[in-house]
């Protein structure tokens, strides 16, 4: 067989594949997600592991930090400042609305730092970018179960009774690491090419938990200020929240701005990370 033709042979059978970034700003290629559904598996729970991976106490810090807030608030907000928790036990009462927020800011924080943090592995082999932000948010989910069943002993030697509404608490749960995608997929995005994001999460972050019903009931925002307050994404989580967990008034017209917002963020974050991806290998 004369060379040329075992050339050819091989040739015909190792073709090269060539990859290139969409020129489209609208091409989200979310199909990709679940073709590498079981690398999102993989790498959510690599960062389950590296999470808690040599530490003293392991699990029980998703445990300590919400009751250490819990703590602080009971005492600077019920004791101090007599917020009043419409006939709730306080500590139940915060930590009802804690439980999504700490959901909302675990997942945030990973997600804004998770491009950055998987520098190494962009620049070496292609998968879908946005599976790294999606990644980090689903981590999240293993402390607010852990979270919630402290909720729940709780709410049992106070002789808080759920009600039936707490059957919406998967959904509710769902909207609030929504959430922290929304957010996570333009921090994650500006991280790469300004790196003072990463300086200013935290502060984000603290300033987001006062404005938002958090320590303090919903109630106190009277009708002329709802819709106003429902820009804020996490005030009609944590209201849902409440709603679900102790039979507080049901979700209203603030609820569905907030909800408005969540899709707003999501849909634009997402359209700016895709478009942003294709320079990430490059600029990090």
């Given amino acids: 067989m004369a060379a040329d033709e075992v050339f050819a042979g091989v040739k015909a059978e190792y073709q090269t594949t060539y990859l290139r970034p969409s020129r489209s700003w609208l091409a989200l290629d979310l199909g990709e997600l679940w073709t590498y559904r079981e690398l999102i598996y993989f790498m959510t729970w690599r960062d389950i592991k590296v999470r808690y991976k040599q530490t003293a106490l392991g699990v029980a810090w998703a445990v300590i930090q919400p009751l250490l807030t819990v703590l602080v608030f009971t005492i600077v907000f019920e004791r101090l400042l007599k917020v009043s928790s419409g006939g709730i036990p306080y500590p139940i009462f915060a930590y009802s609305a804690i439980l999504p927020w700490q959901l909302f800011q675990g997942a945030l924080q990973r997600a804004s730092m998770s491009v950055v943090t998987n520098a190494n592995l962009l620049s070496k082999v292609y998968f879908p970018r946005l599976i790294i932000p999606v990644s980090a948010v689903l981590a999240s989910v293993v402390d607010f179960a852990i979270q919630f069943l402290v909720l729940l002993g709780m709410m049992i030697a106070f002789k808080v009774t759920p009600t039936w ?115 990430f290998a490059d600029t990090i």
């Fill in 165 to 279: 509404s707490i059957l919406w608490l998967p959904l509710l749960m769902a909207l609030a690491l929504l959430t922290a995608l929304a957010v996570g997929l333009w921090l994650s995005a500006l991280n790469v090419q300004y790196r003072d994001i990463s300086h200013m999460i935290p502060v984000l972050i603290q300033i987001w938990m006062y404005a938002s019903p958090v320590a303090y009931p919903i109630e106190n925002f009277g009708a002329k200020w709802r819709p106003l307050v429902g820009l804020n994404p996490m005030a009609g989580v944590i209201q849902g929240f409440r709603w679900a967990l102790l039979g507080t008034n049901p979700p209203d017209i603030l609820f569905l701005i907030s909800i408005a917002m969540v899709l707003l963020l999501f849909v634009s974050g997402l359209i700016y990370f895709k478009h942003m991806e294709r320079t």
